[in-house]
């Protein structure tokens, strides 16, 4: 996956009647010539990857503003504006490398603008700074996961890289290997209709927890009656009955509203097909009542607080 930072820049103009534009010096304007460059530098700067997995995405080191602000009311000349852009950080590239490369675009851009060449916009770092990273595809975690999600889903997952940075970067760099792995669509991410299915969610669980188990099967550790370890290996096999608990009262459900579905006749003599409000419209599960997807979700979601518990400890 890629990295990414996040700096605010600033440009100054000079304020003006709206009236006698000519006197002022819009920041706006300076800015969108700026911008201009620095979309062509990171154009340029994405086509050395050589990576076949980063040479799939469209652009694997982005560049995007996500604020802008700036003026003080519509009848002045714009004197200032300030945006906030997140800016890729290559595989293999140092933080500070990436810092210095888009200082150095930056100062490059506005030195072909004579305003900005005399006003030099301001480059601040003021967001999260993470680093890209990879795993080994032939490591035995990415072999375990796999062989698990086959295992739930029938198919082996697909590996992908992402333009999106990431705490895995922290983890390589300490020395424990990691991957992302999990439910849902990237692509739909930050949308205004983000969402993801609890079906799905739910398969991800009996994935991560067949995976712990068998890493923790294999681990060559020698565990006392006292180690943390122990007992979190024996949550992960309680959670494993866990699952498949609720897998049979689903089963169990399902099958009990189809049989009452075939028996209870409607007025034309026909099987009326049940309705869930607001059912997932990818989910392949059979209907059941809003009262019995009501007590299977509280179910669920209390799983799912003990899965999200046990990970993160």
Not at 64 to 81: L, Q, Y
Not at 135 to 150: C, D, F, G, M, R
Not at 287 to 299: A, K, L
Request: aromatic share 6%.
């Amino acid at each position: 996956h890629a990295g990414a930072m996040t700096f605010t820049l600033t440009v100054e103009g000079r304020s003006a009647s709206a009236g006698h534009k000519q006197n002022g010096q819009s920041a706006l304007d300076h800015f969108f010539v700026l911008y201009q460059q620095l979309e062509l530098a990171a154009k340029q700067f994405n086509q050395y990857e050589t990576h076949p997995r980063l040479r799939e995405l469209v652009s694997p080191y982005p560049i995007n503003v996500g604020t802008i602000s700036g003026g003080s009311w519509p009848s002045s000349v714009m004197d200032r504006v300030q945006v906030q852009i997140h800016v890729g950080v290559a595989l293999g590239e140092s933080l500070d490398a990436a810092e210095a490369r888009f200082r150095k675009t930056v100062q490059e851009a506005a030195a072909a603008v004579p305003w900005l060449a005399q006003n030099p916009p301001k480059v601040e770092l003021s967001g999260g700074r993470y680093a890209a990273s990879e795993v080994n595809p032939e490591h035995p975690l990415v072999k375990v996961v796999s062989a698990s999600a086959e295992k739930v889903f029938g198919r082996p997952p697909h590996q992908v890289a992402s333009a999106s940075p990431s705490d895995m970067a922290q983890w390589i760099e300490l020395g424990v290997p990691t991957l992302i792995y999990g439910p849902g669509n990237a692509a739909a991410a930050h949308t205004p209709n983000e969402w993801v299915s609890l079906d799905t969610t739910m398969q991800v669980a009996q994935v991560l927890v067949d995976a712990c188990a068998t890493l923790l099967a294999h681990s060559t550790l020698q565990l006392s009656e006292s180690d943390p370890l122990l007992s979190q290996l024996r949550e992960v096999n309680l959670l494993k009955q866990q699952i498949h608990q609720i897998e049979r009262q689903k089963e169990h459900l399902s099958a009990g509203q189809a049989y009452h579905a075939s028996t209870v006749p409607n007025p034309q003599n026909s099987v009326q097909p049940a309705t869930v409000a607001n059912q997932d419209p990818t989910s392949t599960s059979p209907s059941i009542s809003q009262e019995q997807q009501s007590e299977e979700e509280e179910e669920e979601g209390s799983l799912l607080s003990v899965l999200c518990w046990f990970f993160c400890s």
